[in-house]
């Protein structure tokens, strides 16, 4: 039993910078090394990554401000100023 506790058990660390510090770090990371490779396939796939950390960036940015959570209470977030409630 307690072998398979210690199978189960879940390994946890905390990360030392936030998402939003690290997607930027990461995306810088990998077009400096799509730079020193020769155009193909791996290439292509180093700066698809870098451009997904990209979008990622914006959009959990995005996610934290308030006007775009979900929310339960229509109240809880402003409304844009052009359209009708």
Same mark, same amino acid.
């Given at each position: 039993? /307690?072998?398979? %506790?210690?199978?189960?058990?879940r390994r /946890?660390? !905390?990360q030392s910078h =936030?998402? !939003?510090d690290r997607l930027p770090m990461e995306s810088s990371r990998l077009? !400096?090394?799509? !730079? =020193?490779m020769k155009p193909g396939p791996a290439r292509e796939d180093l700066l698809r990554k870098a451009r997904? %950390?990209? =979008?990622?960036r =914006? /959009? %959990?940015h995005?996610?934290?401000?308030p006007a775009y959570r979900l929310r339960s209470d229509?109240? %809880?977030?402003? /409304?844009?100023?052009?359209r009708e409630p």
């Open positions: 039993m /307690r072998l398979l %506790a210690m199978i189960l058990k /946890r660390f !905390e =936030t998402l !939003e077009r !400096e090394e799509a !730079e =020193t997904q %950390a990209e =979008t990622g =914006t /959009r %959990a995005g996610c934290a401000r229509p109240e %809880a977030a402003p /409304r844009h100023p052009n």
